[in-house]
């Protein structure tokens, strides 16, 4: 295997580790932690590569906290802000990039309860009525985790900047 292959796995596993890390330490906060952040990051640098730590981390949360049903729509969740982020331009500048980034994080935020939700009624068999309730319940987390994900979202420019130039160094000095 290449040596670049190994760097990149060494360095997505590592990112991935941090994801959840970084979430275990914010859990005297719910649904307020920096994973929306750091998928933002990863996705704007990595673009498709950037399922690799996002995968790592889901695969540590199930193995930390058991691979229960509760874990079964985190296979697909976070995808769905790896794919809204996905579809930020690559060339726009970092004011334009930024206000899509807290967008994308905020929307995921908000919805992510609704994103959760059909998962829950074919697994728990809830009628169309019983799964707006399910949402409508968990609309006041779903704001707080919003708030959270706009929080956080300030950090993705500097920490793109970061990330951005220790990966062109790094590729440089192959």
């Not at 959840?20 to 673009?47: C, D, G, Q, W």
Request: a positive charge.
């Amino acid at each position: 295997m290449k040596k670049s292959r190994l760097v990149d796995i060494a360095i997505f596993a590592m990112f991935g580790t941090i994801m959840f890390i970084s979430k275990l330490i914010m859990e005297f906060l719910p649904n307020v932690h920096p994973i929306a952040m750091f998928i933002t990051v990863f996705t704007l640098v990595y673009r498709k590569k950037a399922l690799i730590p996002i995968y790592v981390f889901v695969l540590l949360t199930g193995a930390y906290a058991g691979f229960n049903i509760w874990w079964i729509p985190y296979l697909y969740i976070w995808t769905v802000l790896w794919g809204f982020v996905m579809l930020i331009p690559k060339n726009l500048s970092l004011y334009k990039t930024a206000v899509f980034s807290t967008l994308a994080c905020a929307l995921h935020g908000i919805l992510f309860g609704t994103l959760y939700a059909p998962f829950q009624a074919i697994a728990f068999h809830l009628t169309f009525e019983a799964t707006i309730s399910w949402i409508a319940a968990g609309l006041p987390w779903d704001a707080v985790h919003m708030v959270g994900n706009i929080a956080m979202s300030t950090l993705v420019i500097p920490l793109y900047k970061v990330v951005s130039k220790l990966e062109e160094k790094r590729k440089a000095e192959q």
